[in-house]
């Protein structure tokens, strides 16, 4: 299981795991922005979930 407290600034940390309800893999997804606030998703693999924190980055640039 992810610790959100290991996962440093600028850095990603994820875990796969199986999901029974709908009976396939995901990813557990986790990435400490610059400023120190923390992304966390899941999402239906690695680069899904990259896709989401590159979106939500957009909006936190948008929104300095």
Same mark, same amino acid.
């Given at each position: ?18 999901? %029974?309800? !709908? ?8 990435y400490?922005?610059? &400023?120190?606030? +923390? %992304?966390? !998703? ?11 924190? &590159?979106?939500? +980055? ?7």
């Open positions: 299981m992810l610790d959100p407290k290991n996962c440093k600034r600028g850095q990603e940390q994820y875990e796969y795991f199986h999901s %029974f309800l !709908t009976q396939g893999q995901k990813v557990q997804y986790d400490r922005a610059l &400023d120190g606030e +923390l %992304f966390t !998703t899941v999402a239906m693999g690695l680069e899904s979930a990259h896709a989401k924190r &590159d979106a939500w +980055l957009k909006i936190k640039t948008i929104g300095e």
